[in-house]
């Protein structure tokens, strides 16, 4: 089986198993990312990239948490959201950023995110990479980055 063939055939999977559209409208209200941890993760990026507004691809967006407190924190952020349902909601809950043009809402997928190489100066996936085949995501988050730029796994963890 081919790269093209299990990246394929993993989305069927995911978008069968991980279906979240019943679930979608109660992401808004789970506990949010500690605000700590970006704090000092868009400092990071900041520094690194040495511009004040860097250009963030945030794969697996769902309904904008971790795109919102990126958007706060000055990022130009592309929100990667395959979920018809969850992107919706994620759309609605920006719709200030989307109209100053600080965020944009993309349908696909992880792993085959239709953006342009070389673009991002991060990539993040908050609470999403567990959903994607790890390899193929990695893959096209290197893909995305311009040089120097770096990638972040953050999970919120519930009832601690």
């Known amino acids: 089986?081919?790269?093209s063939t299990q990246d394929s055939t993993q989305q069927k999977i995911v978008e069968k198993v991980w279906d979240y559209t019943k679930h979608a409208k109660f992401y808004e209200?789970?506990?949010?990312?500690?605000?700590?941890s970006i704090?000092?993760?868009?400092?990071?990026?900041?520094?690194?990239?040495?511009?004040?507004?860097?250009?963030v691809a945030d794969?697996?967006?769902?309904?904008?948490?971790?795109?919102?407190?990126?958007?706060?924190?000055g990022c130009n952020v592309v929100a990667v959201e395959p979920n018809d349902a969850?992107?919706?909601?994620?759309?609605?809950?920006t719709?200030?950023?989307v109209q100053k043009e600080q965020i944009e809402w993309v349908r696909a997928s992880g792993v085959d995110s239709t953006l342009a190489s070389g673009e991002f100066d991060w990539v993040t996936f908050g609470s999403s990479?567990?959903?994607?085949?790890?390899?193929?995501?990695l893959i096209e988050a290197h893909r995305l980055l311009r040089g120097g730029g770096g990638y972040s796994l953050v999970c919120g963890i519930i009832g601690i």
């Open 39 to 55: 704090d000092m993760l868009t400092f990071l990026v900041k520094q690194s990239s040495n511009t004040a507004t860097p250009k």
């Open 1 to 3: 089986m081919n790269t």
């Open 95 to 97: 719709k200030e950023w």
């Open 86 to 93: 969850m992107r919706a909601i994620g759309i609605d809950r």
């Open 129 to 137: 990479f567990n959903v994607m085949d790890r390899h193929s995501a």
């Open 59 to 73: 794969i697996g967006a769902g309904t904008g948490n971790l795109s919102i407190m990126l958007l706060e924190r």
């Open 29 to 36: 209200y789970r506990p949010n990312y500690a605000p700590a």
